[in-house]
């Protein structure tokens, strides 16, 4: 069965102190049965990979670069995560696409060089309340999906986690229902298993989108969410390892 990761996104928050104490206390606490994986601010990628060494707790970052190497300023390359202990990498969070304007095909090609170095991209999809109240959820996400199915094959998708994360409901406090959640999840493993029923079995989905301790365990309860995403609730260690904990299994 496929087991469960819950993977903080950190964004651009905190400084040298506040991160060390967060791993810290991350370190320090029971995560119970889920795996867990955090991604903080690239500057503190050599720092955290060093904390984390031998506590079963992987490195992440928030993007990778489309380019393998060269004059493509303030990017960051997937070798050179890889150098710095990441395991995973996000791409295509709404954050990005809304605020710098990453393109479906943007997105895919980032995916598609952290798939090249053996790096597993954690993908990011999902609608905007807009999308939503058109009724085009499913359309949004599978044209999201197809842009990586088309760049790196149902085989690439095979090497990453997926993050189903509703644009409406990250940072704004509106979590999804866990029905509303599960369908979508639910449609993204049909959608895959429509090319490759084995792959589709195996690949996580994540949920993220204000996700807390006391929403987490229903979430997590549902047929086809494979952990969290979690932003806000990741930079509080207890709070972290609460939605950690409210994994059942
Ligand atoms: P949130 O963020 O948990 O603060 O809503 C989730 C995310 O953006 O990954």
Same mark, same amino acid.
């Given at each position: %069965?496929? +087991?469960?990761?819950?993977?903080?996104?950190?964004? %651009?928050?905190?400084?040298?102190? +506040? =991160?060390?104490? !967060?791993?810290?206390?991350?370190?320090?606490?029971? @995560?119970?049965?889920?795996?867990?994986?955090? #991604? @903080?601010?690239?500057?503190? !990628?050599?720092?955290?990979?060093? %904390?984390?060494?031998? +506590?079963? $707790?992987?490195?992440?970052? &928030?993007?990778?670069?489309?380019?393998?190497?060269?004059?493509?300023?303030?990017? /960051?390359?997937?070798?050179?995560?890889?150098?710095?202990?990441?395991?995973?990498?996000?791409?295509?969070?709404?954050?990005?696409? *809304?605020?710098? !304007?990453?393109?479906?095909?943007?997105?895919?090609?980032?995916?598609? %060089?952290?798939?090249? =170095?053996?790096?597993? @991209?954690?993908? #990011?999809?999902?609608?905007?309340?807009?999308?939503?109240?058109?009724?085009?959820?499913?359309? =949004?996400?599978?044209?999201?999906?197809?842009?990586? $199915?088309?760049? +790196?094959?149902?085989?690439?998708?095979?090497?990453?986690?997926?993050?189903?994360?509703?644009?409406?409901?990250?940072?704004?406090?509106?979590?999804?229902?866990?029905?509303?959640? &599960?369908?979508?999840?639910?449609?993204?493993?049909?959608?895959?298993?429509?090319?490759?029923?084995?792959?589709?079995?195996?690949?996580?989905?994540?949920?993220?989108? *204000?996700?807390?301790?006391?929403?987490?365990?229903?979430? !997590?309860?549902?047929?086809? $969410?494979?952990?969290?995403?979690?932003?806000?609730? *990741?930079?509080?260690?207890?709070?972290?390892?609460? /939605?950690?904990?409210?994994? &059942?299994?």
């Amino acid at each position: %069965m496929r +087991s469960v990761l819950i993977a903080g996104n950190w964004k %651009m928050n905190g400084n040298m102190q +506040s =991160v060390i104490e !967060l791993v810290e206390g991350i370190k320090a606490g029971d @995560p119970g049965k889920a795996k867990l994986a955090v #991604c @903080p601010p690239a500057v503190y !990628l050599m720092k955290v990979g060093g %904390m984390l060494d031998d +506590s079963g $707790i992987a490195l992440g970052s &928030q993007n990778v670069c489309d380019h393998e190497s060269g004059a493509y300023t303030g990017e /960051i390359s997937a070798a050179m995560l890889k150098e710095c202990g990441c395991r995973y990498a996000i791409v295509g969070h709404s954050e990005r696409r *809304s605020h710098y !304007l990453e393109s479906d095909q943007l997105v895919a090609a980032r995916f598609a %060089m952290a798939i090249a =170095v053996g790096l597993t @991209p954690i993908l #990011c999809v999902g609608e905007t309340l807009l999308e939503r109240e058109q009724g085009v959820t499913e359309a =949004v996400v599978a044209r999201q999906l197809d842009a990586v $199915i088309e760049l +790196s094959g149902i085989g690439g998708i095979a090497g990453s986690v997926i993050a189903y994360e509703p644009v409406w409901a990250i940072g704004t406090g509106k979590v999804a229902s866990p029905e509303q959640a &599960q369908a979508v999840h639910a449609f993204i493993r049909g959608k895959l298993a429509a090319v490759d029923s084995e792959i589709a079995k195996r690949v996580q989905i994540l949920y993220g989108g *204000s996700m807390n301790p006391s929403n987490a365990a229903e979430l !997590l309860s549902q047929a086809d $969410i494979d952990g969290g995403l979690i932003g806000g609730a *990741s930079l509080k260690a207890d709070d972290f390892l609460a /939605i950690a904990r409210s994994v &059942q299994e």
